[in-house]
């Protein structure tokens, strides 16, 4: 089975105090797909994403890979940056993830990760926004 698996993740500063967990958990993943050859051949790709006020530095994207070192070397480098206020840019990022990375693989695999919901009132119900962890 040949897997497309990308990782969409939150990197404002209000992740900062879980970016460097989400990360480890990301590269835990990583590793045990990447041990499940020859059964499962897995590429891996990331967007992670700020705020519409963060500019240039709003995306963050790594096209799929199929060597588990170099997307642990990519994911070095995310830092939990920039945002303004609660909600992020979570459409635009989710955008990016489908659309500027180069899906292959018949088998394709979206993971979300996150603490803020999107902009726009749909999405920011404040007294409906909880926090759960893990």
Same mark, same amino acid.
């Given at each position: 089975?040949?897997?497309?698996? @990308? ?6 500063? $209000?992740? =900062? #105090?879980?970016?460097? $967990? ?22 891996? =790709?990331? @967007? +992670?994403?700020?705020?519409? !006020?963060? =500019? ?11 060597? !588990?070192?170099?997307?642990?070397? !990519? ?6 940056? =920039?945002? #303004? ?6 459409? #635009? #990022? ?5 659309? *500027?990375?180069?899906? *292959?693989?018949?088998? *394709?695999?979206?993971?979300?990760? !996150?603490? @803020?919901?999107?902009? +726009?009132?749909?999405?920011? +119900? /404040? ?5 759960? /962890?893990?």
């Amino acid at each position: 089975m040949e897997i497309d698996l @990308c990782f969409v993740m939150d990197c404002t500063s $209000s992740m =900062g #105090g879980h970016i460097k $967990s989400a990360k480890d958990a990301i590269e835990r993943v990583v590793e045990y797909m990447a041990n499940m050859k020859p059964t499962i051949v897995v590429r891996v =790709g990331f @967007c +992670g994403y700020r705020d519409h !006020c963060d =500019g240039p530095n709003r995306l963050q994207i790594f096209d799929f890979t199929n060597s !588990c070192d170099e997307f642990k070397d !990519c994911l070095s480098d995310i830092s939990a940056t =920039g945002g #303004g206020d609660a909600p992020e840019d979570v459409l #635009g #990022g989710l955008n990016a993830a489908v659309t *500027r990375i180069t899906w *292959r693989n018949p088998t *394709r695999v979206l993971l979300h990760i !996150c603490d @803020c919901p999107p902009h +726009g009132r749909r999405f920011t +119900g /404040f007294k409906r926004l909880t926090v759960d /962890f893990i």
